[in-house]
């Protein structure tokens, strides 16, 4: 039997990480090498399997970035867009391949993403779900169809923990409809208040719920006079983030540099 992928998970000890970890425990084409929290945790030095729900594993949470990165096949990285260069810069260093689900991502961020591919291979989505690549894909033909025949809104609801708003989804939604519709952020209303005039037919609305503890929903809502589409993706568990994440980084392996996005991984 053929040596598993060693896949180091940097933020190790988040919903993400423990998530992460469970699927690698369960993946029959993978597994965990490295679990990296950030310096000065409490979680250093504990056992990722016992933290995750598992299983003692005696794979230690450990802050040493660079040693996890040297001896893993693949990187997945859902920490903190802070330490998204040094994690780039050690997966560069040791030419890993990473998956990047880190959100809140800004400019200065994805412009590094794309300066690092150029010499290893990177998977970055604002959100690894299969089932919401599927929402993108339905998002682009539902605009392609009905978009300037309909009002469109977009309504992105997550637990409220969450630090980001709009979500990476939301904000990876908007810029479909935008590329597809051949409009711009200046046709962009986030939230409404007041006397308002009539709506512009060119107008995209994006709202924000931040409650509860819903792992995220989105929907994608297209108006006409004689009828509503709504496209819609509910998670009902972290889980179906880090399957898509370890899918990613098992497609990674043995690829050519560059800039994928799930929609590679899917062969959408």
Request: hydrophobic share 40%.
């Amino acid at each position: 039997m053929s040596r598993k992928n060693r896949v180091a998970v940097i933020g190790a000890s988040g919903r993400m990480g423990k998530a992460i970890i469970q699927v690698l425990s369960q993946s029959k084409l993978s597994e965990l090498s490295a679990s990296v929290v950030s310096k000065g945790s409490v979680y250093l030095g504990l056992d990722s399997g016992l933290h995750s729900g598992l299983k003692q594993n005696e794979i230690l949470f450990s802050d040493d970035i660079a040693k996890a990165i040297s001896e893993s096949d693949a990187v997945i990285d859902f920490s903190i867009r802070e330490i998204l260069p040094e994690v780039l810069e050690y997966c560069k260093a040791s030419k890993k391949p990473v998956v990047v689900g880190t959100t809140g991502l800004v400019d200065s961020h994805k412009e590094l993403l794309k300066e690092t591919s150029k010499t290893i291979p990177i998977v970055y989505s604002p959100n690894m779900s299969i089932g919401v690549n599927l929402l993108f894909k339905l998002t682009e033909i539902a605009a392609k169809v009905m978009g300037d025949l309909a009002d469109i809104e977009i309504l992105d609801i997550h637990h409220r923990h969450k630090k980001d708003a709009p979500s990476g989804t939301a904000e990876k939604l908007k810029s479909i409809l935008l590329e597809t519709l051949g409009r711009s952020e200046s046709n962009i209303v986030h939230g409404r208040q007041g006397i308002l005039p009539e709506r512009d037919p060119k107008e995209i609305a994006v709202h924000t719920f931040r409650a509860g503890e819903v792992i995220g929903d989105h929907t994608v809502y297209f108006f006409t006079p004689e009828e509503r589409v709504e496209i819609t993706h509910k998670a009902q568990d972290r889980k179906t983030f880090a399957v898509g994440s370890v899918k990613a980084a098992e497609f990674l392996i043995g690829k050519q540099k560059g800039l994928y996005d799930m929609f590679s991984v899917l062969g959408l």
